[in-house]
């Protein structure tokens, strides 16, 4: 089976600091995507990469970046955190766009 | 408006009891994605369909490309089965999903 690893299940960061969400597939697959989930809002697109070194954004890539290096790991990067990015981050892959997907089991991060 | 509905929001059944979960959407898709979360947060791929009907032991997801409309049910119910259960779309127009913002089913021993 597919595995989707999310480096930290929780996390607690001070307003101001830079934040690495770190995701690792490894099945070889092309499409990562990383999205955040907030009650009443569901789940909503952040960035995704269909390759390495490609990336695109979602519906809210503001106060976001995200680095694709090597294919198997896609890191979210939040430059300066701020308490509106209190949320449950999951990271997800695909083989292709018109494949299934696997989510990781995601990481709830607090920013105090 | 939300381009992906789901009803009902939150649904309490007794063991046993037959289930159903709708999804109504308002693009054109290429794939549509039944999904589940546990407490805790994992999310589980449970189908994936872009015409007609498929079945997984007692979960069948229905899907109507003409009426933009997909049904997950559920036989034979059984507490572990109570999770939230997530619709979501893949459009023409864009990468990515979109999600409805879930059902929340508790099955009740």
């Known amino acids: 089976d597919v595995k989707v690893t999310q480096s930290s299940r929780y996390l607690v960061k001070r307003t101001g600091e830079k934040v690495f969400l770190e995701c690792v597939q490894d099945m070889d697959h092309e499409n990562m995507f990383w999205y955040r989930q907030d009650p009443g809002l569901g789940l909503r697109l952040i960035y995704f990469?269909?390759?390495?070194?490609?990336?695109e954004k979602g519906d809210i890539p503001e106060g976001y970046s995200v680095s694709r290096e090597k294919k198997e790991r896609f890191s979210l990067i939040l430059e300066s955190a701020s308490t509106n990015q209190t949320s449950m981050y999951l990271c997800?892959?695909?083989?292709?766009?018109?494949?299934?997907?696997?989510f990781g089991s995601g990481t709830r991060l607090t920013v105090v | 408006k939300n381009e992906v509905e789901q009803s009902p929001q939150n649904l309490t059944a007794q063991e046993g009891e037959f289930i159903t979960i709708n999804c109504s959407y308002s693009?054109?898709?290429?794939?549509l994605h039944w999904l589940q979360q546990h407490p805790g947060g994992g999310i589980v791929s449970l189908f994936m369909l872009s015409s007609g009907k498929k079945k997984h032991g007692r979960l069948i997801a229905t899907i109507n490309i003409q009426e933009k409309h997909s049904s997950l049910h559920i036989t034979a119910s059984h507490p572990r089965d109570s999770a939230v259960y997530i619709c979501a779309v893949r459009s023409v127009r864009a990468d990515g999903l979109t999600f409805g913002k879930g059902t929340h089913l508790i099955i009740q021993p």
């Open positions: 990469s269909y390759d390495v070194k490609m990336k």
């Open positions: 997800a892959s695909s083989f292709r766009i018109l494949y299934g997907y696997t």
């Open positions: 693009v054109g898709i290429s794939a």
